[in-house]
């Protein structure tokens, strides 16, 4: 199954380049993004490590051929030199902040249920620690915000303008985020039974979040913060989930 949905990823990546890239006009090359990274989702099911980070980075290079064959450049796409400087402290306050949040939330007894998935509570600190720093900031954020807050939000600009750019993004990211919801209520401790409210809620949850990571792109002129907002909260969430299983763990090794 997973063979057959790779080779069918990989040859919706490979077309939704090609589309981008020669079909003329922004409506197309929209349609070629989106393509691509359902493709780049199908070839990246169940894979972790290398070979999702390696995805990642050949999708994120098609994407930016996509880009350069529609003459958008590098302020277009969030990533200005003007903007690097602006963009890091954003960043750093950014990753501070909210890592700081998660780990309050990780400590209190009110919210540490939140952290119940077991694909990080039953893996060991090596992985873990892989999946914060190498899959998630070089796999994952890279290539969802250069092609929702970069390529994607810099197409519709040009189209429709501005508002519907954000609002267009966000329900893209939303909808993105359905396989992953579906992957989530297998794995999390909360959920059980029909997978529709998980599906729902997080394609809800998704989509506000793209609205907020479109904003902070467009405010700080800059793709940095938006990215160290998506990494400072799916990597604290991971480091923070680990260690609360390890210290679970911990207390129970010391009761026997």
């Known amino acids: 199954m997973h063979v057959l949905s790779r080779a069918a990823g990989m040859v919706a990546l490979v077309l939704g380049v090609i589309i981008g890239s020669a079909v003329g006009g922004g409506i197309g090359a929209i349609v070629g993004v989106v393509l691509a990274m359902m493709g780049f989702q199908a070839l990246t099911l169940g894979v972790h490590g290398m070979r999702y980070v390696s995805s990642a980075l050949a999708t994120t290079g098609g994407l930016a051929l996509i880009a350069w064959r529609h003459g958008l450049n590098f302020t277009d796409l969030g990533l200005g030199h003007r903007t690097w400087l602006v963009g890091f402290v954003w960043s750093l306050v950014i990753v501070i902040v909210v890592g700081a949040g998660i780990a309050v ?66 329900l893209l990211f939303g909808l993105w985020h359905i396989a992953p919801s579906l992957e989530m209520h297998d794995s999390h401790t909360l959920t059980s039974g029909s997978p529709w409210p998980t599906v729902i809620s997080t394609v809800i949850f998704t989509g506000g979040s793209g609205a907020v990571f479109a904003l902070l792109r467009l405010v700080s002129g800059s793709l940095l913060p938006p990215s160290a907002l998506h990494w400072a909260a799916n990597g604290s969430g991971v480091v923070v989930g680990w260690f609360i299983h390890r210290g679970k763990h911990s207390a129970d090794d010391d009761q026997i």
């Open 105 to 170: 939330a990780g400590g209190s007894r009110r919210t540490r249920h939140l952290f119940g998935d077991v694909r990080i509570s039953d893996t060991t600190g090596l992985i873990a620690a892989r999946r914060a720093l190498f899959d998630i900031p070089f796999g994952t954020v890279l290539v969802e915000e250069f092609a929702f807050r970069g390529v994607l939000l810099a197409l519709v600009t040009g189209l429709y303008g501005t508002v519907w750019a954000v609002v267009i993004t966000s």
